[in-house]
């Protein structure tokens, strides 16, 4: 009997991990770097400054937009041994004019190739106003 009621413990706290973990599912929208690296890789072919960090590369294809009240780039180094081999670089656009969406969250995540930084992976996320969606940031879009 014992036995039992510990087996049904942890089926019990299985199933509320498991339901727990649904929320995480839908955290940011993949999007796809095969474009923005075929430019990157063209210009840094030209040799243009702006490729050789990845702040920098980020920073020319954001300029400060109009559209946002809050804006912010952030580099995180995600491995500093032994070089810095990968980034990630997080752009907020907050407080935007559009009644449904408060903001907008870009990951970019980068690795040095021979003479420019790559995009590995860009992930997109919003954050609701109240009433139309998510009031955190998801990759769901806003009502």
Known sequence: MRH??????????FSIIAAGCKKFDNTHEEINPNDLNIRIALA???????????????????????DAAKFALVEDV??????????RITVYRELLPD?????????????????FWEI??????????????NPFYSGKKCN
């Open 4 to 13: 039992i009621k510990i087996l049904l413990f942890f089926i019990f706290l």
């Open 44 to 66: 840094a072919q030209n040799n243009e400054p702006w490729t050789t960090q990845p702040l920098s590369t980020i920073q020319h294809f954001y300029e400060y937009p109009n």
């Open 78 to 87: 995600l491995s500093k041994r032994p070089a810095r081999d990968s980034v």
């Open 99 to 115: 009644k449904s969406t408060y903001g907008v969250r870009t990951e970019y995540y980068m690795k040095p190739k021979s003479d």
């Open 120 to 133: 590995t992976a860009i992930r997109k996320s919003y954050k609701c106003n109240q009433g139309f969606g």
